[in-house]
């Protein structure tokens, strides 16, 4: 059975989602400059509140999500999960994979090759699926 209310996302459709709810005015959303995301990182959403009703933009059908992002304090230092609060809007949840979805993408990612390890694909592309 999936789990609808856990989403992922990768880094750059995080940061597109942070500055729409910025753009709409909507209540949640992190600074965005404050905010080291890992580049190739991939983040969870959960679904806190569905169809919330903000202060502001109430015209607009959004959820309330809690962001479980990876991030960098500094550049030497190891990556360390942030938790904060994102309003997005409900179209664009809907257009998000569930995790367990995800998951199986790349299990079948990773079985495709591992049957073509020499054959076109570079050792770093081979260690993202390892």
Excluded: C
Aim: proline share 3%; net charge neutral; glycine share 4%.
């Amino acid at each position: 059975m999936t789990n609808t209310t856990t989403r992922v996302v990768n880094t750059k459709n995080l940061k597109r989602l942070i500055e729409n709810a910025e753009v709409l005015d909507l209540n949640q959303y992190p600074d965005i400059k404050r905010l080291t995301l890992d580049p190739a990182g991939f983040h969870v959403l959960e679904l806190v509140l569905m169809d919330h009703k903000g202060f502001t933009n109430r015209d607009i059908v959004h959820h309330r999500v809690k962001v479980m992002a990876k991030v960098w304090q500094r550049q030497d230092e190891p990556l360390t999960p942030a938790e904060f609060l994102l309003d997005i809007r409900a179209e664009d949840w809907d257009l998000l994979l569930d995790a367990e979805s995800m998951n199986r993408a790349l299990e079948e990612i990773k079985g495709q090759l591992e049957g073509v390890k020499h054959q076109g694909i570079g050792r770093r592309t081979r260690m993202l699926y390892s």
